[in-house]
Structures are given as structure tokens and as C-alpha cells.
């Protein structure tokens, strides 16, 4: 029987990450932690994709050794696997696990497992990961169940995405407006060692292009510094020999 | 934005699977898709650092106009969408509002525009330009015309973002190296004048702007002097 109200805070948590930033592994292990409470289960864990068609685990309901190293196995087959690669919830006992999983079904029994299911992290074509449950006896997850840890798996999906999206842009707006800045402090250096060394502005290109190589320093860096002066200008004329 | 239609219309509207223009194709066709469907005389995709503006594609009658303007004014509403990201609408440039930038106001309106529509390109808590329309009859936007800009401005950011990343494409970087071409004799004149004044080069900049205000030429004309050693800025 679910717990209506822990359901609810469940979920409460989980829409919370959509609107403030939020740990990626603290959400996770409250998200293995919930789905125990909530599904009367005896352990869960996240496992997210590792860009390489691969899965890690990233959180677990408890740091007990012989379940990450359960997880551990699942890196070449097990429940997560499916569910990732499939895009499809499942579920299996203890019978069904050795038929799918031969070489990981043996040890999820070692530790006392009797059924797991696993559902995907996915909102549409997009699979970030598997939320993975073990049972500690053989029953079955319902059908409502397996559709609550199914909505579940969804929203930690669009929060995860989400989380992705705002990394790569912050990273992709950094990187167009430093190319944007670097662009115009290059040309301003150009223009200050020009007048300050009495050389065309295309000498001065070359001198700043030279003292970066020589310092091994990025051309903009150098550029900056010519105009804010901290590099003198006389330190770019070009040496004897 | 949750309208898939209205963005699908629009992707469609800008399209052109036979052209190799890549960003700067589609930059050039969603300015062009403006001016045509939204009764504009002018539009402009602009990409702004701190330092500048970059005018990426533009259209219409009134294409730089505005931005150009700005530049040389140092003020203006695009200036304004691009620092605060949020829209700044200006249905009638002589009414009483547009004396945020009455410097700018005046300028435009002699320039024969009479409304100006900024939008900001911006991405989370960062904003990377503009997407700037204007009219020359007063007039607002109406509610479908404004979606619609809304929804070209994210396009247009998205496909500048994005194409950091493609792969093998060099389309923008090269259209960076177009776009910010007309400024460069800014920049070099603007590190010449602080040079000679032993200033810095934003108070350099300041000096460029007002020598141009006072002559009544641009300050492109005078970076060009500077640049060609005509003009001294210590004499």
C-alpha cells in the first residue's frame, strides 16, 4: 500500500528541482531513498548514462558495499541496462533474473534481492539513465507501482535534462562572449602598440603574436593586459638578434 | 516557449534546404521573414559583448540603421533589451517615453524611424544580443507579430549557440569575422587615441563618440582619419 503523503512530497521535491539549482547527486540519492519508502522496497540506485552509450551509478538509497557492487556488475548487464537501452520499464523475479541476467542475477541473490525492477529516466527519445529497486522478497510490483516509479523516473529525467541544458549554455554563452571581447581588446592592442611603438598596425599584430608564443599565453590574455597597461608597451618591442 | 506550431511555422517560413549559407543563410532569411510579415522597414540580428555589437544579418530599408545609431550614440534600447533581457517596446519614438535615450530618440526620428522593437537573444541569466525591428509609421506590434518575433529571436539564438559545436562548420566563426569588420577601425582608433592621451580606453572611447557628436561625422569616418594618421587626438 503507497503512502500517499510521502508520494506527494516525492513529487513535491521533485518539481522543486525544476525551478533552483539543485546537487545532482543529493537529488539522486533522495530519489533512491523515496522510491524504498514508497514502493516498500529494500534498496534502489541511480545509474546515469556516461555519454559512451555506458551507465555509472551516481546515488544509492544506502552505501552498503555488496549493493554498489552490485551496480558495479550492472556497468555489463542487469536491469538498468535494459531499461536504459530499451527506453521500457521491467520488472523480474528471481527465476526470470537468472534466465536475463546469468552472470548478475547470482549476485543480487548473493545479497538477498528477490525482484527488482527498473524503470527508464526519460522524457520523449530522451534516456539519461535507469532508477533501479530491489525487493528483499518475491512480489510483484503492481501496475501501479511500476506507474508511479515510471512518473518518477520522468520528472528526475526532465530534471536532470534540464540541469544539462543550463550547464552547456552557460558554458556556450561564456565561450561567444569571450570570442566576442577577445575580438575587439585584440584590435584595441593593435592600435595602442601602434602609437605607443610608432609601428604600422600590422607590426604590432605580429609583436603581440610574438610575446604570447614566447610566454605561451592565449593572444586575447596578452592583448588585455597591453590595454589595461600591465603589460607596457615597451615590453613587446621585438629584441636583438 | 510551448508553441510548437507557431515555431514549426516559422522553422519552415526560414528554411532553404538547397543554400550552403549555413547560420549566416539563416540569420539573413529570418530578417528578412521579419520585415516581410510584420510590416517593419527595418531588422536587425545583433550580438552583443560587453564591449560591442556585432550586427550578424540584417534587412529592410532601415537595416543598420538603429544599430548604427546606438554605436554612435552609446545609448539606446537595444542597448537596453541586451543589458536588462527583457523586451523594450517603443510603438511611437516621439512619445514621451522614448526620453530614456533622448539622444537616441531624436537621431532615429530624423533617420525616419518612428517605432522600435527590441527583443533579447539570452540564454538563462545571460544575454548574448538583440533581435531589434523597427518602423517608420508609430505603431505596436500586434499580439501574433510579437510571438512571432519572440519565437525568431529564440531560433536565432539557438542556432548561434548550437553552432559553436558543429562540427566542421566554421560558419560562425566566419560570420563573427564579417559581422564585427565594420568595427574594427573603432577599436584600432580607439587604442591610438588612448595611446595619445594616455587614457583609458574606455574614456578613449567616450572622446571618439563626443568628436564625432561635435562634428556632426561618424565615428567611423573619424576612427578612419585616427587609423590613417590624419587625425591626432594629443594635437
Known sequence: MVRQTTLARAFVRLADTLVSDFDIVEFLHGLSTDSVEILAAEAAGVMLTDGRGGLRLIASSEERMRLLELFELQGAEGPCLDAFSSGRSLQAGAADSRIRWPVFAPHAAEVGFQRMCAVPLRVRTDIVGALNVFRGSDVPFTDDEMAIAQAMGEVAAIALIQERALREHSLLTGQLQAALNSRVVIEQAKGMLSEYLNVTVSDAFELLRTYAREYNRKLSEVAGEVVDRTIPSAALTSRPG | ?235
Open chain 2, 1 to 235: 516557449m510551448l508553441d510548437d506550431g507557431r515555431r514549426a511555422r516559422i522553422v519552415a517560413a526560414v528554411s532553404d534546404r538547397d543554400s550552403a549559407a549555413g547560420v549566416a543563410g539563416l540569420m539573413q532569411r529570418l530578417c528578412l521573414f521579419a520585415v516581410d510579415q510584420m510590416d517593419l522597414s527595418g531588422c536587425a540580428l545583433v550580438l552583443m559583448s560587453g564591449a560591442d555589437a556585432s550586427v550578424l544579418a540584417s534587412a529592410g530599408p532601415h537595416a543598420r540603421t538603429v544599430t548604427t545609431l546606438q554605436m554612435e550614440l552609446g545609448e539606446g534600447p537595444c542597448l537596453d533589451a541586451y543589458a536588462s533581457r527583457a523586451p523594450v517596446l517603443l510603438p511611437d519614438l516621439s512619445a514621451t517615453n522614448a526620453n530614456r535615450w533622448p539622444a537616441f530618440a531624436a537621431a532615429a526620428l530624423a533617420a525616419g524611424v518612428q517605432a522600435e522593437f527590441s527583443l533579447p537573444l539570452s540564454v538563462g541569466r545571460s544575454g548574448i544580443g538583440t533581435l531589434d525591428l523597427c518602423r517608420d509609421t508609430p505603431g505596436m506590434l500586434s499580439a501574433d507579430h510579437l510571438s512571432d518575433a519572440l519565437v525568431a529571436a529564440d531560433i536565432a539564438r539557438d542556432a548561434v549557440l548550437y553552432q559553436q559545436y558543429a562540427p566542421g562548420d566554421t560558419g560562425l566563426a566566419q560570420l563573427l569575422e564579417t559581422a564585427g569588420s565594420d568595427r574594427i577601425v573603432i577599436h584600432q582608433a580607439t587604442g591610438m587615441i588612448a595611446a595619445q592621451l594616455d587614457e583609458t580606453v574606455p574614456n578613449a572611447l567616450a572622446r571618439l563618440r563626443a568628436a564625432a557628436f561635435a562634428s556632426g561625422r561618424s565615428m567611423y569616418e573619424i576612427a578612419q582619419d585616427v587609423v590613417e594618421r590624419r587625425v591626432r587626438f594629443d594635437e
